[in-house]
């Protein structure tokens, strides 16, 4: 698919909103974080590097070819760029990726422990725990090997001692999955302070993930994952 073809001003427009969001929302502060788009099987679209969201603009974004790893656009890309180009390539289900630092979550990559699948939401879009990749500096080869890794047969990885990354379908799939993991972060870190929490267990989970693929959503449009 050429990118002539495509509306590559949508998208890019999509990956700006989504950014507003996580900024909006707590999701990153400052110029932490990242986000892209895949645009064909071999071409995705990526935020540039140390650019604030409130001020960044569409043109600004940077088209990464996954084959060749060249990158085209008047920036340049995120440091983060070699994370998702693993990632596309190893997980050809996977539409758009949304990289944050949201606190909750941070609490549990920097004590470099898993999120348990504690709430029906999770449980339903991950299938299993977050796990944590190994620390290895950002923007590094480690880095991007390790999350992938992690990221086997799940929608979310932690990095250790950094962040959340999250993938899925579309940019609101991936963004849901942040939401929802820091939420269940969240939630599991005020119930160890409050009281025991109760975790679903595994035939529990896969119960509800297993629903939620089925019989969530519209006809025709499938569950979001």
């Known amino acids: 698919m050429m990118m002539d073809n495509l509306d590559t001003a949508g998208m890019a427009g999509e990956i700006v909103a989504t950014c507003r969001v996580m900024m909006s929302t707590g999701l990153v502060v400052g110029t932490w974080g990242n986000v892209s788009r895949r645009c064909s099987p071999e071409i995705f679209q990526i935020t540039p590097s140390g650019v604030p969201y409130n001020e960044l603009l569409p043109e600004d974004l940077v088209t990464v070819n996954l084959q060749t790893g060249s990158c085209s656009g008047r920036l340049y890309p995120s440091t983060e760029t070699p994370l998702h180009v693993a990632i596309y390539r190893r997980r050809p289900d996977v539409?758009?990726?949304?990289?944050?630092?949201?606190?909750?979550?941070?609490?549990?990559?920097v004590n470099r422990i898993e999120i348990p699948p504690l709430l029906e939401e999770m449980a339903q879009l991950m299938g299993g725990s977050v796990r944590v990749a190994p620390y290895a500096a950002p923007g590094s080869a480690e880095l991007a090997e390790g999350a992938v890794d992690a990221l086997?047969?799940?929608?979310?990885?932690?990095?250790?001692?950094?962040?959340?990354?999250?993938?899925?379908?579309?940019?609101r799939d991936a963004l849901t999955v942040c939401q929802v993991v820091e939420k269940s972060a969240q939630v599991f870190l005020w119930a160890k302070l409050s009281g025991s929490p109760h975790l679903l267990d595994e035939q529990e989970v896969q119960e509800l993930r297993r629903g939620f693929l089925q019989n969530y959503g519209q006809p025709g449009t499938g569950a979001r994952q």
Do not use: D, E
Request: hydrophobic share 50%.
């Open 152 to 171: 086997q047969g799940r929608a979310a990885v932690l990095l250790a001692n950094h962040g959340l990354v999250g993938v899925g379908h579309t940019l």
């Open 95 to 109: 539409g758009a990726i949304v990289h944050t630092h949201s606190p909750y979550a941070a609490v549990f990559a």
